[in-house]
């Protein structure tokens, strides 16, 4: 198992216990409060750092393509959740994001039972980012409810949250629309489909790959999937 799938595993142990200190802390003790930044900081890092670091050490697999969207929605949701529990967050807010991340779900199925390309969209980067400082506004009302401290700034925190899970919803609305139209587009135009260089990469990266000639691409393409200069793209 390499580290780039150790991180991704980590997000999917490190929901649950998100999900137990947020409940246990919330009887004021600060040391579990603490706690609950730890697992959320190390759910956003390993979430920066699995995907740099399979590309960058070559060590992306299918497994990971799949698990990295499942340790994103499950660590997210985790914690959006917490907070439309406690009352920090609107739970019509909540709903829509569950909504994004069933439909995306779905549609990424729609993209594999098609064998399909689904490459990476600016809406889901996006959507990242903003997740995450949605996420660290939550739980820093959190921290200052629970605790009761700095009560002078608390409502313009809460203020900043309320407008930070606002863009949360806005930006999973747009994702879910993004991925729709992928998959629309891919549909009718035939866009993404796997094309026979894309499986001699996956052949080359799991190392079966020979020299047998390749059908439907040309000699240059040939060459550079060869060379493994093709699936660098």
Not at 36 to 58: P, Y
């Amino acid at each position: 198992m390499n580290v780039p799938m150790i991180l991704t595993l980590g997000r999917l142990v490190l929901a649950p216990v998100f999900f137990l200190l947020y409940q246990f802390s919330r009887r004021g003790s600060v040391l579990l409060v603490v706690g609950t930044w730890l697992a959320f900081l190390l759910i956003e890092v390993s979430d920066l750092l699995d995907g740099h670091l399979a590309r960058k050490l070559g060590q992306e697999s299918e497994e990971g393509k799949v698990l990295d969207p499942l340790a994103d929605s499950l660590s997210r949701l985790t914690y959006f959740i917490c907070f439309a529990g406690s009352g920090i967050m609107p739970i019509w807010v909540l709903l829509v994001l569950v909504y994004r991340d069933v439909g995306v779900s779905y549609i990424r199925v729609m993209f594999s039972r098609g064998k399909m390309l689904l490459p990476a969209r600016k809406s889901g980067k996006v959507k990242a980012w903003v997740y995450a400082f949605a996420g660290g506004a939550g739980t820093a009302v959190f921290t200052l409810k629970t605790l009761d401290i700095l009560a002078e700034i608390r409502e313009n925190l809460d203020v900043l949250a309320f407008v930070l899970f606002l863009a949360a919803a806005g930006v999973a609305l747009w994702s879910l629309g993004d991925y729709g139209l992928a998959l629309l587009n891919a549909s009718i135009n035939g866009r993404g489909r796997i094309g026979p260089e894309v499986v001699a990469c996956r052949a080359l990266k799991r190392g079966r790959q020979s020299r047998r000639p390749l059908k439907g691409i040309g000699k240059g393409q040939e060459e550079r999937v060869h060379h493994g200069s093709l699936c660098e793209l």
